[in-house]
């Protein structure tokens, strides 16, 4: 049987941390895979997640199984946390989930027992494992215009004229801030235009949102998810807990989906619970259970809260720092939009070869099509970047 398998593609995020670690230049710069790095290059602890830790491991008395869709608290924190008070409680079910990965994983499950011949939409570019994950489960999917590579902005107009063939019951997948990969977000006013579409065409938009905070503040962020759970009648959203609490290995993510009405609120429960039984029973707690205690102790989540804002804020200044150099050193005002675009992530607009130069002769790791993890750079290697990027015709 086993000889039977075929190769599988490597995931090409995860192949190039492989292939950072395997260069022996001590000068090498990892701007690929979406972990958040301080100017010393660490990912940290965050410490009110260490704080929390710390009183879990006092008062925690039992690790026995908790519900097939988590800890209820956590879904209530979490979902508060990103719609605050925009839909009543008899509209949400969720799930706890493995990640943002599990989220996206089980809602696509979930789409394809409710609408078998429903497609998924998703923006062009969008994270590749989604791709992967639909390509997976056979569910038929098709790109919308995202990306301006000319502007390296959003092309609204196109996405709109896309979206516009969209059929009742399809998938819209969307990413609720810090779009991943291109870093360019839709503005509030372009995000009551989406809704509306969707409303109009009776779409079930699908919001991943796994960064949170990263962009223009935890509010802000969500103001998207909000304008479009307040606009529709059925929404699913994919959380992740990984970035903006920096739990990355403690697979925290939050499955919701909000229901037109109480009775379709418990049907859609009972299949939440139903497939988290199907493919792994219970979802990791422990991650989950400090995002519960973090976002519901008053001191906790003011400490929490005062760190992300600071990774926010740094993520800003590098964005700065590096237009700026780069209008130095290319005598130009072209890459202003690096500062522009929010997230972790921004896409330069470099060629495949032009990336492939930068990591030969410069020992830079980028993903093939030129998105950097902003937080990959500090005030030291933001020159060495704008400098290769100079030097390879970007
Ligand atoms: C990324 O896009 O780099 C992150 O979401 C990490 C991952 O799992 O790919």
Redesign the pocket.
Known sequence: MLTALKPQPA?K??ALMAAFREDARSDKIDL????YKDAEGRTPVMRAVKAAEKRLWEIEETKSYTALTGDPAYGAALTQLILGDTVPDDRIACAATPG??GAFRQGMELVRMAAPDARVWVSDPT?P?HLSILRHLGIPFTEYRYFDSATCDVDFDGMMADLDRVAEGDVVLLHGCCH??TGANLTEAQWRQVADLLVRKGAVPFIDL?YQGFGDGLEADAQGTRIVARACREVLIGASCSKNFGIYRERAGLLIALAPDAASTRLAQGTLAYLNRQNFSFPPDHGARLVTMILTDDALRAAWQAEVEDIRRGLLTLREQLADELRRQSNSDRFDFIARHRGM?SRLGASPEQVEAMRRDHGIYMVGDSRI?VAGLNARTVPLLARAMVAAGV
């Open positions: 995931d995020i995860l690929g895979v979406g972990v943002g990965t994270w494992n991943n990969p796994a992530f993890n």
